[in-house]
């Protein structure tokens, strides 16, 4: 099977210097393909490294997780303003400290196989993810929040590959920190020519539409045409799959990753693995 579309980026030697990270050099980036939302999470515990490591095993060319602070401000992967639905745990994640959300088992109500397993932080997360899948950030929070998720990234030499999906306020604290940090415009999250015109405008890198019913090709050939990559969520049925990527949409997010991959392979993308 010949390899999978895949664009170069390439990675700032003197930016990396500073921060720790790699050094000069480009990676091999996915063109389009399937986001697996939270890791795979259909068969693995949601936003779990056990769930990352799952999608990067099955081939998958972005995944996405949500990001966080506790109280006492560390970045940790969590879904729910509560740590309830998906924890032996209860209370809300901002009046929790790391202390106690470290404590909690995060994997125990998915499947018994899964007991003892942790909320990771945002820095481990990004620690054990290949260089050559893109990392869909999704923030939970405003400015202060953007701009401590843009450091982490930056510290982890993952410019390259990492962006933030968030809102104006949190993208402008991240660029305020980290000025060359990717941003995924999620301002506004329907299929309209205005939050295409919006994206374009904040000079975004990713838009995230949320809907069912596709998105008009006017907006999809704007996007394209400003070299804006373009996300969806949420109809990962097979047409749905089929008809997004014919549509232009690059990286549709997906809860059963196995099943998604196989659609996409037979769409002409083969599971990413990377070079």
């Not at 209860?90 to 003892?116: C, H, N, Q, S, W």
């Not at 202060?144 to 843009?150: L, P, R, S, W």
């Not at 999809?220 to 109809?235: C, P, S, T």
Request: hydrophobic share 45%; proline share 6%; charged share 20%.
């Amino acid at each position: 099977m010949s390899p999978a579309p895949g664009v170069r980026v390439a990675v700032l030697a003197g930016w990396m210097a500073c921060v720790g990270g790699a050094g000069a050099g480009e990676v091999r980036m996915p063109e389009r393909g399937v986001c697996a939302h939270r890791g795979a999470m259909s068969t693995h515990p949601e936003n779990t490294l056990p769930a990352f490591a799952e999608a990067v095993r099955l081939g998958a060319h972005m995944i996405e997780f949500d990001v966080q602070p506790t109280s006492d401000g560390v970045l940790v992967l969590m879904h729910d303003a509560t740590v309830d639905r998906t924890t032996d745990g209860r209370g809300t994640v901002a009046d929790l400290p790391f202390e106690t959300i470290r404590t909690l088992d995060a994997g125990i109500r998915k499947d018994p196989r899964f007991a003892g397993t942790r909320i990771p932080t945002f820095e481990e997360a990004l620690a054990v993810m290949p260089r050559t899948v893109w990392l869909n950030c999704h923030l939970k929070g405003k400015a202060e929040t953007g701009a401590a998720a843009a450091r982490a990234i930056a510290r982890a030499g993952r410019l390259h590959q990492a962006f933030l999906a968030a809102t104006a306020d949190a993208a402008r604290g991240a660029r305020a920190a980290v000025p060359g940090i990717l941003i995924c415009n999620m301002e506004r999250q329907g299929g309209s020519l205005d939050y295409a015109k919006a994206t374009i405008a904040m000079k975004a890198d990713f838009i995230q539409i949320l809907g069912k019913g596709g998105i008009p090709d006017d907006v999809v050939k704007m996007l394209r045409a400003a070299g804006v990559r373009i996300n969806y969520f949420q109809d990962e049925t097979p047409d749905g799959l089929r008809r997004q990527w014919k549509a232009g949409i690059d990286f549709p997010l997906a809860n059963d990753v196995a099943a998604a991959l196989a659609v996409a392979a037979e769409s002409g993308i083969p599971p990413w693995r990377g070079s």
